[in-house]
């Protein structure tokens, strides 16, 4: 074999190799450094038989905060997008509305007025809109809108901006045995019809805030019916309560990216053996946005010191990930 | 080969052939008849790629009932047993329950008079054995009194009588892709200690009534208290809200006993395509008990006849199942 044959052949064993390691890599949308590592750790040692910190798969119980975990909450929440159409569509049917607030500034397009009454504004149009269909109906409306609805920044369905970094974190942890579970702060139904399909997590795997639901037998068959009244906050203290109701046993990993996520983060921690504490930070304005401690939606401040102390595992949204979308990669 | 030879090798053939067929019986303390065969027809169909019936596997939700149709309810919730127990633990620690309603009557052995309150005094039973210990310490003591307490006609731990039948029924449907939901009347929290080892069903896959709990954080860390606050009764009418809120979507199959699993058996088997009702009817004075629509506990009435109407299966225990409990297996 002459040189030149064996140095083409040598190249030739490196690409292969280079790109075998390449489309093996479960995480190949983030950056090779100490965030990437620590969780890929973490993993290796769980699911290691005979290690001290083997944990048995149905203990593998991972749990993810949704707005700003695995999918953006900037310039407002998602679901707000959501009401604020429904507001729009069910106009004509509250003429009251026109001379109503928070209904009145909405219905000209001044969102900042209408969302100036703070949490009782935003209540009153969540019941307007959340509220008096039944479960089968509110499901459809959902499914209708997540199917047409646009992003106002990047003209995307918000469902194509979920975090690509994430969903592979997500299919790496099921890949190893793990439970992935949604704890959310927002509308457990208005997530589950389409989590299954955008994030392979099933409905029974979604924990969220709920308002309360009645059962009436009407003459087409039984129905539930969406009341209007709070039933659950599932946010901050409310997130440990959620995951006991829903999940009934303690996680060994949570992922969050505000205050909102801090009591689920101590509460997963706290727990016997190897625990995972993980936030994402958003530190990158020109590809996603960038916010913290003085944010009005999604503040970390308080989970940030936290981490710190606690050595959990921060995101840095800039260095960390190659790509944040799905429609960015190659 | 001689004719004796030959006949020695027939008969060989067909013992080997009849126990084969024993062993690859899915359900083997079934009866024959057309109880077991409506079962099994209805997986069939739904399991059979390319039918009309076929249902994908994420849609196999099995909701079953817990007391009376897993394990027995005489002659009281088994649940209730424990309370009773745990009124005596703690009565050191509760001089006043001497002169207290119902509390003196339980102490001196007089059930029949303690529960002779009705509702209200079941309800300071519960609060005051169920409340005010955080989620682990009651995790603790559900654990220890299980494995210890037995039932007084039986003389059998209480999880030594769940019914052999029903844990087959549970085993052939996890086979056949069914992911298995307990959908209680009794507390959540009192069956998710041992519902795995017992029946193979996990704790984010039972549902039952609950009380509030709060999280607070304390010197040790973080914890959930338990508050003497009904949050959810998971009966009649309310475990289709129970399904919904936990599971999300409507199961494709419903197994109880009672008039409490009436709704939960419209709601399953209202939803398109094949459904499938099911209730135990206790029948069995001699092995196990016999009652239906004038019982105190587990009445069963309207269900029996809107069963009858509906074309849901009816299991006649007397006849339809070879033995009762684990332990009177060959």
């Known amino acids: 074999m002459n040189a030149r044959i064996f140095a083409l052949l040598i190249a030739l064993v490196f690409t292969a190799t ?4 390449q489309a093996a890599d479960p995480l190949s949308s983030w950056n090779d450094g100490p ?15 005979g290690s001290s910190d083997f944990v048995p798969e149905p203990e593998r119980i991972a749990v993810f905060d949704n707005d700003g975990t695995l999918w953006p909450e900037q310039p407002m929440y998602f679901q707000l997008f959501f009401a604020l159409d429904r507001v729009k569509a069910l106009a004509p049917q509250h003429p009251e509305w026109e001379t109503t607030v928070p209904f009145a500034s909405l219905l000209k397009g001044d969102v900042k007025a209408a969302l100036s009454g703070g949490e009782k504004a935003i209540l009153e149009i969540v019941m307007a809109t959340h509220a008096g269909m039944t479960t089968t109906e509110f499901e459809q409306i959902v499914t209708d809108w997540v199917a047409a609805a646009r992003h106002p920044k990047t003209g ?10 994430m969903l592979e974190l997500l299919a ?4 190893n045995g793990f439970k992935t579970f949604i704890v959310s702060g927002g509308g457990i139904e208005f997530m589950r019809p389409w ?3 955008v994030y392979g997590i099933p409905p029974e795997q979604v924990v969220g805030s709920s308002i309360k639901t009645t059962f009436e037998m009407r003459e087409g068959g039984p129905v539930l019916v969406r009341l209007p009244e709070i039933d ?4 901050k ?13 303690r996680p060994i990993a949570a992922f969050g990216n505000s205050d909102g996520d801090l009591q689920m983060l101590q509460w997963t921690t706290a727990g016997d053996g190897l625990r995972f504490g993980f936030l994402v930070h958003h530190t990158d304005a020109e590809r996603e946005w960038a916010y913290d401690r003085d944010s009005h939606i999604g503040r970390l401040d308080k989970a940030l010191n936290e981490a710190r102390q606690q050595g959990w595992t921060v995101v840095d949204m800039q260095n960390d990930w190659k790509v944040i979308y799905p429609f960015q990669k190659d």
Not at 35 to 49: C, D, L, N, P
Not at 156 to 165: A, D, G, I, R, S
Not at 237 to 249: C, N
């Open 18 to 21: 280079a790109s075998m390691a």
């Open 35 to 49: 965030t990437k590592q620590s969780i890929m750790a973490f993993v290796a040692k769980v699911t290691t038989v």
């Open 156 to 165: 995307k369905l918000f469902t194509e901006m979920v975090y690509q970094p």
């Open 172 to 175: 790496y942890l099921r890949e």
């Open 195 to 197: 989590t299954e399909a």
């Open 232 to 235: 659950f906050i599932d946010d």
């Open 237 to 249: 203290e409310g997130k440990p309560v959620g995951i006991h109701s829903h999940i009934g046993r």
